[in-house]
């Protein structure tokens, strides 16, 4: 993908993520609202924080630490963290090298982020360094059906021009197996589709907490 057709696509995926915020936070709230339950005020961290979809589940008196690498996002979620009065300091920054020091934030949040990342096990050593010892990691993501599915035969035949429109995202990915093995201490998973989901490929999901 050359520069200028990536530029479109994040441009793109700005625009659409902006239309789209009040159905996908419908699609995802009883995921979210488990994922994020117990998250208490302090430094929090949302790596592909977007425009600020999450915002509403931020505790007040929180400081926010955004990781978004896709400067198209970045106008809306300033925007955004205005309008919900967050404490925002936004980082240009891959997943995979966050400028934050060891044992340094409360908690990490994600959703619907470790599917499109190059390493998400990179992205998971990471969270791991910048979170204080009891610290969580709190997520939302969809996931690969079974193999021998129906479903998981429709991931593998959307999978790259989904991938294309959509910076990377992999509709087969394993999710639960890669935070399993990324050294938490303790890791909770829920699995349930999403409701009400037009996006038949990727309504499979999961939230989960994972403990430093």
Same mark, same amino acid.
């Given at each position: 993908m050359?520069?200028?057709?990536s530029?479109?696509?994040?441009?793109?995926?700005?625009?659409?993520?902006?239309?789209?915020?009040?159905?996908?936070?419908?699609?995802?709230?009883?995921?979210?609202?488990n994922?994020?339950?117990?998250?208490?005020?302090?430094?929090?961290?949302?790596?592909?924080?977007?425009?600020?979809?999450?915002? !509403?589940?931020?505790?007040? *008196?929180?400081?926010?630490?955004? %990781? &978004?690498?896709? /400067? $198209?996002?970045? #106008?809306?979620?300033? @925007?955004?963290?205005?309008?919900?009065?967050?404490?925002l300091?936004?980082?240009?920054?891959?997943?995979?090298?966050?400028?934050?020091?060891?044992?340094?934030?409360?908690?990490?949040?994600?959703?619907l982020?470790?599917?499109?990342?190059?390493?998400?096990?990179?992205?998971?050593?990471?969270?791991? !360094?910048?979170?204080?010892? *009891?610290?969580?990691?709190?997520? %939302? &993501?969809?996931? /690969? $059906?079974?193999? #021998?599915?129906?479903? @998981?035969?429709?991931?593998?035949?959307?999978?790259?021009?989904?991938?294309w429109?959509?910076?990377?995202?992999?509709?087969?990915?394993?999710?639960?197996?890669?935070?399993?093995?990324?050294?938490?201490?303790?890791?909770t998973?829920?699995s349930?589709?999403?409701?009400?989901?037009?996006?038949?490929?990727?309504?499979?999901?999961?939230?989960?907490?994972?403990?430093?």
């Open positions: 050359n520069t200028q057709t530029s479109r696509i994040s441009r793109f995926n700005a625009w659409f993520f902006d239309v789209v915020d009040c159905y996908s936070n419908h699609v995802a709230h009883v995921h979210k609202q994922a994020f339950k117990g998250l208490r005020a302090g430094t929090v961290v949302e790596i592909g924080a977007g425009i600020g979809a999450n915002f !509403r589940y931020i505790p007040e *008196g929180s400081r926010l630490i955004a %990781v &978004e690498p896709n /400067a $198209a996002m970045h #106008t809306r979620l300033q @925007r955004n963290a205005a309008a919900r009065k967050v404490d300091e936004l980082l240009a920054s891959p997943g995979e090298d966050i400028p934050l020091a060891d044992d340094s934030v409360d908690d990490v949040i994600a959703t982020v470790l599917c499109t990342v190059t390493d998400p096990e990179k992205v998971l050593t990471e969270i791991r !360094r910048i979170l204080r010892p *009891g610290g969580t990691f709190r997520f %939302v &993501e969809h996931i /690969a $059906a079974r193999p #021998t599915s129906p479903r @998981r035969w429709i991931q593998w035949l959307v999978a790259r021009p989904w991938a429109l959509f910076e990377g995202c992999d509709t087969q990915r394993d999710t639960v197996s890669a935070v399993a093995d990324a050294g938490f201490s303790t890791v998973v829920e349930k589709r999403f409701r009400h989901s037009v996006f038949f490929p990727v309504n499979l999901a999961i939230w989960g907490v994972a403990r430093a």
